[in-house]
């Protein structure tokens, strides 16, 4: 993929009055109940977190690139946690943007496919993640991608010596599938991890570094909604392959990685930044209602 130009990006989910800290706890149901409801009438995830033209344009080019070819699945695990300094956060605390984090990996330089690119912890689904799911194909997908994007995660960083146990996620609900250029669909899956503990979201990086597995990951790091926020623009991405159709793409620019957030990655990070956005304007006003 070709990047070319570039611009500040600004979020149409964002505002300029909006709050420097958010009720996460409450953020985090709304956007449990608006992911879950989606699929309420189906057990296959239907809520996506891209505008439907840009989730249009990827399923088009994706069409033109591969036809009929039947596309293995994938699940991404974009977790979420806090680092505030109480430990115990209630429904009534405010946490500042500054202290909520995204999990992101750097790949290894060797791997095949997506070498040397940011990405969220995750991969393709085996068999075992639907050992604990119902016998119905349709109705254990959801649960299958949930497991797979876990066990992903769990193999690809590890447990920080004991600083994470991912078999204690928070699952928030899986997203409906966004194609890769490569015949993959990918799902995002939104989790909560809680708080960090650790000195800072740098040091529980740091932890997980000892525990990665370097084969595939050469970075662990925590990039701050506010980060990500003030860190986000945009370039015009070419595929060099199929239809060269250019595309509008958010990229991010993160402290403690020198390579910039962009492709697939970008644009569900900003899918996701945006439904935070939103919800959190949502609560903000329904707070004044009350």
Aim: glycine fraction near 8%; include cysteine; proline fraction near 4%.
């Amino acid at each position: 993929v070709d990047i070319k130009g570039g611009k500040k990006f600004t979020s149409s989910g964002m505002s300029s009055g909006m709050k420097s800290s958010v009720r996460l706890l409450p953020l985090l149901s709304r956007i449990q109940r608006l992911v879950s409801s989606s699929s309420s009438s189906s057990s296959v995830p239907n809520y996506q977190v891209l505008p439907t033209s840009t989730s249009l344009a990827f399923r088009t080019t994706s069409n033109l690139h591969f036809g009929l070819k039947e596309r293995q699945k994938a699940a991404v695990n974009v977790c979420i946690f806090h680092t505030h300094v109480h430990t115990h956060v209630s429904e009534t605390s405010d946490i500042p943007w500054s202290d909520i984090h995204v999990l992101l990996t750097l790949r290894a330089a060797n791997i095949s496919t997506h070498s040397n690119q940011v990405s969220f912890p995750g991969g393709k689904l085996e068999a075992s993640d639907y050992s604990s799911s119902s016998s119905s194909s349709s109705s254990s997908l959801t649960l299958a991608l949930c497991n797979a994007a876990i066990r992903e995660t769990r193999e690809e960083v590890g447990s920080g010596q004991g600083l994470v146990d991912w078999s204690s996620l928070q699952v928030l609900g899986a997203c409906d599938y966004v194609p890769a250029i490569t015949p993959v669909n990918v799902y995002p899956v939104l989790t909560y991890g809680g708080r960090l503990e650790s000195k800072s979201a740098a040091d529980a990086a740091g932890r997980l570094a000892k525990t990665m597995q370097i084969e595939e990951v050469e970075q662990v790091f925590f990039a701050s909604v506010e980060e990500l926020r003030e860190g986000r623009g945009s370039r015009r991405l070419t595929t060099r392959n199929g239809t060269k159709m250019p595309i509008e793409g958010p990229t991010f620019d993160v402290p403690g990685c020198d390579v910039q957030v962009w492709g697939l990655t970008g644009f569900l990070l900003d899918g996701v930044l945006r439904v935070f956005e939103e919800e959190a304007m949502k609560l903000e006003e329904t707070h004044k209602t009350t």
